[in-house]
């Protein structure tokens, strides 16, 4: 009886193993279906990476040059420290964190810093752990190898900054691409990943898109620890395009000289050609050394030198020539002269004004440096007659003051080539404040203002450019810094899968200049007042130059109230010029912060720039030799019809202005401090 009922589970037995067999097999088969079938080309892939590494060559940017030739930026190989991200993937990272600062000599905080933004990447991608690799630290990461399979050396260009602190605030410099860049649409439409190097600053930034190459790659096979084996393929990178920039080399060494002979050794100097706009000298000072963002930003040493760049009360990392905003002074008499001539407020024929000693305004009197009786407006430019421009602003009235910075773009960015340019500020910026607050703009405030002080302040690059467009009958061209663009190469073959396109060349395209409506009148007038400045025994007359006249307009900027102008509140100085004065090849603009009156602290600097330009367009006869086998490029742009035509080499005196009226006597001190 028991065989029987034996006999009879064992058959349920048999057919449940069966079913259960049959359902465990269904599913494996299943499963290897979805693995080798539907997932096959997925993990294929995955197993080919294993194997088979991509592994990037960075492109060297493009070198940037002087419009002579002479190198101002480049890229130079250098070893760098790389870590890949598949490795880490097995381990704590935070177990690496000391080993990696003691052994690399890293800041602690860089390393986890870099370690969390490799965790977000894809498992094959790799990124720069440390650049400019020492010798100890190759033979460290080579030592560990197999303890830290994770870190390679390899062979990168690094950008390199000869000049140093010369240039910076032009050239920038170039950095890792950070996390909250990554997010915008302006660069993740582009690409970019964790570790690109892209332009910080400067032109390195304004102009990355052309300086940046194209990165090629070399394909590899890897053991399982992720040891390169052997080498399968190389793609070349395409290196980024050369700029040649209007900067001539000599002209800003000269410029540097000036800055760190200043009294302060704080301020700007710019130079440019009022024909086109091209920019030969830009300098700020104080200054910063690129190659810190560069080579230190990984050390401890490093990174306190870049904080201390931030925390300095002097702002060396801060552009003085296109973000410094300070009052211009007496400069601003100039385009104050041009707006009062078109809207009719004086005339060529009738340009005199009183100036009175000053003015009185309700219980507050304004005092001009002098008493100049009434002179005409050439007269007030030579002399700086401040009581003038005091009547001749309330005459004009602020309407008039406000439709002259919008005349002269001082609402709006010059549109320079570089980033971060500011907006200057003047009454047509504060008059809606004061009308909503105050209910009126008051009297006194268009006195002042028509001085360039209190609610005027201008940057640099926009006063230049506006009293540039006088000695160019009202042109008021695109100040830039670029030349050209060298064409590059092509990387293969045509129809080849790795084919990389060439990359023309291409030069700056000049826009029409703004016109600033003038009679030749008018311009005759005002550009009379400004050549007297220096010629004709005006405030800048201690800087005239035989053979080589100077039109100019000094500038003494208050800061501070009287009395408490002492210090680090004393007067900016101001220089701004162009020579020769009847057909100038060359701007001038010199600005001293807080080192008292423009035509001691400033005016100098400018004729040392002149002197410096003559220098080289004119060489002493014992140097024919030298310039035969190094002669330097003209200054001026070969497009014939926006250049005057080269002038003989030996300076010829320019036409004196007829009738130019005496100044007034006064005595040394006031004559001294007349803007």
């Given at each position: 009886m ?8 064992l058959g349920?037995?048999?057919?449940a193993?069966?079913?259960i067999a049959?359902v465990?097999?269904?599913l494996?088969g299943v499963?290897?279906?979805?693995l080798q ?11 080919e ?7 990037p ?6 070198a940037?040059f ?6 101002l930026v ?5 070893y760098n ?5 598949e490795p ?18 890293m800041?602690r905080?860089f390393?986890?810093?870099?370690l ?7 498992d094959?991608e790799a990124m720069?752990?440390?650049e ?10 080579e ?5 830290y399979p994770e870190?390679r050396v390899?062979?990168?260009?690094q ?6 602190t010369v240039?910076?605030h032009?050239l920038?410099?170039?950095g890792?691409?950070s ?5 915008s649409?302006?660069y993740k ?13 400067g032109l390195?930034?304004?102009?990355d898109e052309?300086l ?10 890897v053991?399982?620890?992720?040891r390169v084996?052997?080498e399968?393929?190389?793609v070349?990178?395409?290196s980024?395009q050369d ?6 080399l ?8 000036q ?7 704080r301020g ?7 024909n086109n706009?091209?920019i030969f000298?830009m300098?700020s000072h ?9 080579q230190g930003?990984t ?5 306190k030198?870049?904080a201390a760049y ?8 801060y552009?003085?020539a296109?973000?410094g905003?300070y ?5 601003w008499?100039i385009p104050?002269s041009?707006?009062?001539l078109?809207d ?5 024929q009738h ?9 009185q ?14 002179p ?6 030579t002399?700086?007659?401040?009581g003038?421009?005091?009547h001749?602003?309330?005459k004009?009235?602020?309407?008039n003051i406000?439709?002259?910075v919008?005349?002269f773009?001082y ?5 320079i080539d570089?980033?971060n340019e500011?907006?200057s500020q003047?009454p047509k ?8 607050h105050d209910?009126r703009w008051?009297?006194i405030?268009t006195?002042y ?5 209190d609610?005027?302040v201008?940057t ?6 506006a009293i540039s467009?006088?000695?160019?009958g009202?042109k008021?061209f695109?100040?830039h810094?670029l ?5 590059i190469?092509?990387?293969?073959e045509?129809g080849?899968p790795?084919?990389?396109a ?6 700056y395209?000049?826009p029409?200049p703004?016109i600033i ?5 008018q311009?005759?007038?005002?550009l009379k007042?400004m ?5 004709n025994g005006?405030t800048?007359g201690?800087i005239?130059m035989?053979?080589?006249e100077?039109a100019?307009?000094?500038g ?10 002492t210090?680090q509140n004393?007067?900016h100085?101001?220089f701004?010029s162009?020579?020769?004065a009847?057909?100038?090849e ?5 600005l ?10 400033a005016a100098p ?8 330009y003559?220098?080289?367009r004119?060489?002493?006869?014992g140097d024919t030799?030298?310039?035969a086998?190094?002669e ?8 014939k019809?926006k250049v005057?035509p080269?002038?003989?080499s030996?300076p010829?005196?320019q036409?004196?202005?007829?009738a ?7 005595s040394?001190e006031k004559?001294?401090?007349?803007r």
């Amino acid at each position: 009886m028991k065989l029987n009922d034996y006999a009879q589970n064992l058959g349920i037995r048999v057919g449940a193993i069966q079913v259960i067999a049959f359902v465990l097999l269904t599913l494996l088969g299943v499963r290897l279906y979805y693995l080798q079938i539907v997932k096959g080309d997925y993990y294929e892939q995955k197993a080919e990476n294993q194997r088979i590494r991509l592994i990037p060559i960075p492109a060297p940017r493009g070198a940037i040059f002087d419009r002579n030739g002479k190198i101002l930026v480049d890229s130079r190989p250098t070893y760098n420290v790389v870590l890949s991200n598949e490795p880490l993937k097995k381990i704590d990272v935070n177990e690496r964190v000391p080993d990696y600062a003691r052994g690399l000599s890293m800041d602690r905080q860089f390393v986890i810093d870099r370690l969390n933004v490799i965790k977000k990447q894809n498992d094959f991608e790799a990124m720069v752990l440390k650049e400019n690799a020492t010798i100890q630290d190759i033979t460290w990461v080579e030592a560990h190898s197999l303890e830290y399979p994770e870190l390679r050396v390899e062979l990168q260009p690094q950008r390199f900054y000869p000049l140093g602190t010369v240039l910076a605030h032009v050239l920038g410099y170039v950095g890792e691409i950070s996390p909250n860049q990554l997010e915008s649409p302006e660069y993740k439409d582009k690409g970019f990943r964790p570790g690109d190097i892209i332009g910080k600053g400067g032109l390195e930034q304004y102009y990355d898109e052309y300086l940046r190459g194209k990165p090629g790659y070399r394909k590899v096979i890897v053991d399982s620890r992720g040891r390169v084996q052997s080498e399968l393929e190389t793609v070349p990178p395409q290196s980024g395009q050369d700029l040649i920039t209007t900067i001539d080399l000599d002209l800003q060494m000269a410029a540097e000289q000036q800055l760190d002979a200043s009294a302060t050794k704080r301020g700007t100097i710019i130079s440019l050609d009022p024909n086109n706009g091209e920019i030969f000298v830009m300098a700020s000072h104080p200054s910063y050394d690129p190659n810190i963002f560069v080579q230190g930003s990984t050390t401890p040493e490093g990174r306190k030198q870049i904080a201390a760049y931030w925390q300095d009360e002097k702002r060396p990392l801060y552009n003085r020539a296109i973000q410094g905003r300070y009052p211009p002074g007496s400069t601003w008499k100039i385009p104050m002269s041009i707006a009062a001539l078109q809207d009719g407020t004086i005339t060529v024929q009738h340009s005199n004004m009183l100036c009175g000693g000053g003015i009185q305004v309700g219980n507050k009197f304004t005092r001009c440096m002098g008493n100049h009786g009434s002179p005409p407006l050439d007269a007030a430019i030579t002399h700086s007659c401040d009581g003038y421009y005091y009547h001749l602003g309330l005459k004009m009235g602020i309407d008039n003051i406000m439709k002259m910075v919008e005349e002269f773009d001082y609402d709006k960015r010059t549109g320079i080539d570089l980033p971060n340019e500011k907006i200057s500020q003047t009454p047509k910026t504060w008059y809606p404040y004061f009308m909503k607050h105050d209910g009126r703009w008051a009297d006194i405030k268009t006195v002042y203002a028509s001085v360039g002080q209190d609610t005027v302040v201008v940057t640099p690059i926009s006063m230049l450019r506006a009293i540039s467009s006088v000695g160019v009958g009202g042109k008021m061209f695109i100040p830039h810094f670029l030349k050209e663009f060298r064409p590059i190469g092509a990387v293969g073959e045509e129809g080849d899968p790795n084919y990389v396109a060439p990359r023309p060349g291409f030069g700056y395209q000049h826009p029409e200049p703004k016109i600033i409506p003038m009679t030749p009148e008018q311009n005759a007038l005002v550009l009379k007042g400004m050549w007297g400045v220096v010629n004709n025994g005006g405030t800048g007359g201690a800087i005239k130059m035989p053979g080589w006249e100077i039109a100019g307009k000094t500038g003494t900027a208050q800061v501070a109230e009287l009395g408490k102008d002492t210090g680090q509140n004393k007067d900016h100085a101001w220089f701004d010029s162009f020579a020769p004065a009847y057909k100038p090849e060359l701007s001038v603009l010199v600005l001293i912060e807080n080192s008292g009156f423009g035509a001691a602290n400033a005016a100098p600097a400018a004729k040392a720039m002149y002197e410096a330009y003559l220098a080289k367009r004119n060489p002493p006869l014992g140097d024919t030799t030298e310039v035969a086998l190094n002669e330097p490029k003209p200054l001026s742009s070969p497009d014939k019809s926006k250049v005057a035509p080269q002038k003989s080499s030996t300076p010829v005196p320019q036409k004196t202005p007829a009738a130019l009226p005496k100044a007034p006597k006064q005595s040394p001190e006031k004559t001294a401090k007349v803007r």
